[in-house]
């Protein structure tokens, strides 16, 4: 039985609708077969966003449905039947969530399991994904996905960029990787037009790619108003802003909720109205996903003064135009480049400063450009590949800002089961105090 919860006061109209449209992505799903269209799982940042929406391919997001059970206090059943089936707890919890679900299904011959929430998630014609150099589940998911869901076929293709490495320059690299995952989406447009008998159009793509390229631009430039004080949004809302990003992008709805989010934001600065009343700290969500089921949390650290004007998390874009991305006619090309990019746009800067690494560089961006007095990172445990890197970040970052404060809270995504309130809001009452005698000493 979910527990009932108070949701977190969002400081913005725009995240406000938030709940609205994830639940209509994941109604999409459950009705797609009776508007005849194929739904495709699929995983955030997956680099195949603008193929699905180009032949109207219903994307069914796995991490949206666990966080989705998660905020609502309703995931231990899923996970529950994954453990019962031998997948460890420590496994990434979208992954066993889901899939505990999906077993659940298969049980009941494909009937939607009782009380799913938001009504659930449609079971899928096929499983889309890319193996980036971010997780094992990329792999692993899908394929223990395939082992409940037979008769569901399955594309994971390459979606890789240059490794960093300090004493090599990834431009020598680059057309190679970009070369390689051209053809890895050239190989998943013809699994997709196998599966759903239909030719891609390639004007459409090309116009579903413009709208993906102004979107990026629209949604950096609209959270870099947050870098004003005080602050109009924080992190707690951009942890529902993220869902037109990760879930939307290549559609219409999703510039033009940025376009309605940028406004209100001007207004916003314009009133001086900020997420708080009396700013007193400017906070760095320096990395990690939130814990769903304690976006409250966001909330604690409001009600002490505290906002986060910027966040690494859900923030895997930057300006199309600071990407100097080279022409070409191919959509798919574009897309490669505009991702090989991205992930390595801080790589420069990372190399003339001996000992720092690309993630590092960004945190120092963000912590200058945002006006930011202490970094607060979330450590998932069941996440093993992007939060893993948490530590080094925190110590390298220490050799820039000696005193900054630094907070490592340790949780995760969709596994409540390791949460404790009252320990969590202690270890962030101790961290404003710290923050607290840091601002004295600054002044
Ligand atoms: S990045 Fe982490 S949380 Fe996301 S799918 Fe991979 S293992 Fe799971």
Known sequence: MAEQRVPRALATAAAAKIPKMARANLSATVRAKDEGKKVAYSFIV???????????IVPAWGESFSGISAAKRDAEKYLQRAEADNFSRSLCTYATCNIGFDMWREELGGAMPPDAPWGGIGRPDMILGTAQQLCDPRYKWPQATRHYLRDVPVFIGGMYYPAWDPK???????EYYVKYNTAELHRCVEFCEKHTGKKMDWDRLASVVDLTDRTWNLFVETYELRKTIPCPMDTGDAM????????????QESYDFFLALNAELKEKIAAKQGVVENEKY???WGAGLPSWFALSDFQYFNDKGAVFPVETTYRCYEPVYNLDLPKTSDPLEHIAWRWVRFWTHWYDKARKRPGSTPAVERLIDYIEDYKCNGVVFHSAFSCRS???GILLQAEILKKVYPEIPVLIMEGDIVDISSYNE?????RIDAFIETLEAYKQKQR
Request: hydrophobic residues 45%.
């Open 46 to 56: 997956v680099g195949q966003d603008e193929i699905m929406r180009a032949m109207d």
């Open 240 to 251: 529902n802003t993220m869902v037109p990003m990760a879930f939307m992008l290549g559609t």
């Open 282 to 284: 400017r906070l760095l």
């Open 386 to 388: 992007w939060h893993a």
């Open 168 to 174: 090599i320059d990834h431009k020598t690299q680059e």
């Open 422 to 426: 009252a320990d969590t809001h202690n």
